[in-house]
């Protein structure tokens, strides 16, 4: 039997968010959401949170420093794109947030319906999970609204290949 058209438009309608930070790992998470869309449809989100610029004894300063971090992500962000891009044949939505990435995470997936697939990679070699995992499946558990992929965060392309 065909899928339906409400089926199909959801599948096309769903986004599998990134979150973008500074690990090694945060490659293989871009590739598994990237190879994801390409196979099952939707579309790739990346988030980059930025911190805040911090008490700083001038206004002009701060948000001197302010404004160079959200370049600096700007930048980091649209290179990102381009190589998901190349993958899908679609650009993601790029989301830059100021504060705790956690905290800043969990209130973009209270805002944003659109969000239907978390993807996260562990921390590569025995020091755990990685922080936003390990609150994730932890203590701020039950605020978590879609499901999350975990993918090992050690994945060779030809792995992730294999398993998307």
């Not at 930070?21 to 930025?50: M, N």
């Not at 944003?112 to 070699?125: E, F």
């Not at 390990?134 to 203590?139: D, E, F, K, P, V």
């Not at 039950?142 to 975990?150: K, Q």
Request: no cysteine; glycine share 10%; aromatic share 2%.
């Amino acid at each position: 039997m065909g899928e339906t058209a409400e089926a199909a438009q959801a599948r096309r309608d769903r986004v599998f968010l990134v979150v973008v930070d500074d690990s090694a790992e945060r490659r293989v998470a871009l590739r598994y959401a990237a190879l994801r869309v390409r196979k099952s449809g939707g579309r790739v989100a990346l988030l980059r949170v930025i911190e805040p610029a911090g008490q700083v004894e001038w206004a002009g300063v701060g948000a001197m420093l302010s404004e160079e971090r959200r370049e600096e992500a700007e930048r980091m962000l649209s290179g990102l794109a381009a190589e998901v891009n190349e993958i899908t044949g679609g650009l993601p939505m790029l989301l830059i947030r100021e504060g705790d990435a956690r905290d800043e995470l969990l209130a973009l997936l209270a805002e944003d319906p659109r969000i239907s697939i978390l993807v996260l990679a562990s921390a590569i070699g025995g020091s755990g999970p990685g922080p936003l995992i390990q609150a994730l499946t932890g203590r701020y558990a039950g605020r978590l609204l879609v499901p999350m992929t975990i993918v090992p965060g050690a994945m060779s392309d030809a792995e992730l290949d294999r398993v998307t």
